[in-house]
């Protein structure tokens, strides 16, 4: 299992990450390294999204025998995933 939490530039932002930042998008987005369910929790109060992701190709931090057991890779490809501009909101 991989916990990984995106937090915007600014308040305002959260709103657009809300509406573009699925979990179906995450898991398509990683398929290549999480093989379970992905599960989004909003955190508006601190204006942040946080993703739990199971099924860690690998198995996680405590049993996997891969270089980067904390998975900050995973988070670098996660923020480097391309985000869908919702319409009117150019």
């Not at 991989?2 to 990683?30: E, K, N």
């Not at 988070?75 to 919702?86: D, K, T, V, Y």
Request: glycine fraction near 10%; charge should be positive; include cysteine.
């Amino acid at each position: 299992m991989a916990t990984l939490t995106v937090v915007p530039h600014d308040d305002a932002t959260y709103p657009l990450l809300v509406a573009v930042l699925t979990p179906q998008l995450v898991r398509t987005g990683l398929s290549r390294w999480v093989g379970g369910e992905v599960t989004r929790y909003e955190l508006p109060r601190v204006s942040c999204l946080q993703f739990v992701c199971t099924g860690i190709h690998g198995g996680g931090v405590t049993v996997s025998t891969q270089l980067d057991t904390h998975g900050k890779s995973l988070s670098s490809r996660l923020l480097a995933l391309e985000l869908p501009l919702p319409p009117g909101s150019r």
